[in-house]
């Protein structure tokens, strides 16, 4: 292996390397020496650029010429030709080898391998050569990494892979020595940043710091003003160490000492004006939230003690995102369901009317129909069973001489209603007796009717009395 000039870019370069590290050129197998001049050249051209001679036509002339005059030559003769030839270059070469001047060496065992291409000797210690080159590189480009010499190690590298440019540990540790230089590229860059950030940020806190002192009385003077807590707090901590400071901090405790002392006073009170009265004589009080939410429950309160639709109206209004908006919003519908419909009241009206309908035809079948088997009053009668019904209905079937006729009013047809859908009616009823013939027997009489009706539409309780 020798160091060659490359034809393309002119570094040098092994000529037993794939490619120039510097141009790309391909080297190995791809170039020859021009046989007019010695320059080295693509082993494609034509011409040599440097002479201009034919190199391809000049070889064909050679191989033509040569081939008649072969002369076999002596063994002996050629050996000792050889070794005549490259001893001077080799024992210099390994002379200076040993002396670990390896790139001197590496210089003349070329010169002998230049005269014998093959000769064993020469190879292998060219080969040892090449070694210590490599190692030697390698060993001084790893101290200067971990020195941080990053230009440094790259050129010991890099002279080195003129030599032996496929070794892969010189490679690898080149890839290494990039990566390192690379990241210390960016470490300085962070760094910079963050002394520029760092000094903006202190010109910026000296500025603010600046400001505030500048502004410490006017501060002061709003805050004493104001007399809050939370004004007061404001300047203690913008001013902790302040002239103001301890002033601000006495009248501090003493607003906070006079609200605790109101507050404890009114606490337990069921009085909702009396919180109210507070949140007027302390506007920034610190109990501001309890007293809201006192206010709440009270109010809340008085709403379920009325239990009426105005009632919980009145709480939304006033509370509008309160504790128990829920709740009175449910309530609301809760009594909206308790209260009977036009619906109901027709429905009530067509049932007694086929209560008393039934009662006109002494059908006492469909009558007990209307009743569970125990109503708890039944015209005067306590719990009564339908066989105390059925008894009753007897012994007014006995007296009666004439058809009853039972009329239910409008006038005063009231019905109310739970939310279980159990109804209270109230109403009238005009009775009167005719004959068998059809005549009028007594005048008509008007009893007033309280009745209860079950969701099961069962009447419960039915009492009547002369109006």
């Not at 429905?347 to 129909?369: G, H, I, P, R, W």
């Amino acid at each position: 292996m020798a160091l060659i000039k490359c034809p393309e870019c002119g570094e040098s370069v092994s000529d037993k390397a794939p490619n120039c590290p510097h141009c790309g050129l391909a080297i190995a197998g791809s170039i020859i020496t021009c046989p007019e001049c010695g320059a080295i050249v693509p082993k494609d051209a034509a011409t040599c650029p440097k002479c201009a001679f034919p190199l391809h036509q000049a070889e064909v002339k050679e191989e033509k010429k040569a081939e008649p005059v072969a002369v076999p030559q002596n063994p002996v003769k050629e050996k000792e030709d050889e070794l005549a030839r490259i001893e001077p270059a080799y024992s210099n070469a390994k002379k200076l080898f040993e002396s670990k001047s390896y790139v001197h060496a590496y210089e003349k065992i070329n010169v002998a391998l230049h005269a014998s291409p093959n000769n064993a000797d020469c190879l292998k210690l060219e080969e040892a050569i090449v070694d210590a080159i490599r190692e030697t590189a390698y060993n001084a480009a790893s101290e200067l990494l971990q020195q941080k010499e990053f230009d440094k190690a790259l050129t010991e590298v890099n002279t080195a892979l003129q030599y032996a440019p496929n070794s892969q540990k010189l490679i690898s540790l080149s890839a290494e020595i990039k990566s390192a230089k690379a990241k210390r590229k960016r470490n300085r860059a962070i760094l910079i940043t963050v002394v520029i950030l760092a000094i903006l940020a202190y010109v910026g806190y000296s500025i603010r710091d600046s400001y505030i002192k500048g502004h410490e009385e006017e501060a002061w003077t709003e805050a004493k003003d104001s007399a809050t807590v939370t004004s007061l707090e404001n300047f203690i901590e913008m001013y902790p160490d302040g002239k103001h400071s301890m002033e601000a901090q006495e009248m501090l405790e003493q607003i906070k000492k006079k609200d605790t002392d109101y507050w404890e006073t009114i606490r337990l009170s069921s009085d909702a004006d009396v919180f109210k009265q507070y949140k007027e004589k302390f506007p920034h009080g610190m109990y501001l939230s309890q007293a809201d939410n006192k206010v709440d429950s009270l109010d809340w309160a008085s709403a379920v003690q009325k239990n009426t639709p105005d009632a919980y109206a009145q709480y939304l209004s006033t509370h509008p995102n309160g504790m128990y908006t829920s709740d009175a919003t449910s309530a609301q519908d809760k009594i909206k369901s308790a209260v009977a419909s036009d619906e109901d009241i027709e429905s009530m009206k067509n049932y007694f009317a086929t209560y008393y309908s039934a009662v006109e035809q002494k059908d006492d079948e469909s009558v007990l129909d209307f009743f569970e088997p125990v109503t708890s009053q039944y015209y005067g009668i306590s719990n009564a069973k339908k066989s105390d019904i059925t008894a009753n209905l007897k012994k007014m079937h006995a007296k009666e001489t004439s058809n009853p006729q039972i009329k239910v009013s409008d006038s005063n047809f009231k019905v109310t209603k739970d939310e279980k859908g159990n109804y209270r009616v109230t109403f009238s009823i005009d009775v009167t007796y005719s004959q068998e013939d059809g005549a009028t027997a007594t005048a008509p009489s008007k009893m007033l009717v309280n009745a209860s009706v079950n969701s099961n539409k069962k009447i419960t309780s039915i009492t009547s009395r002369k109006q």
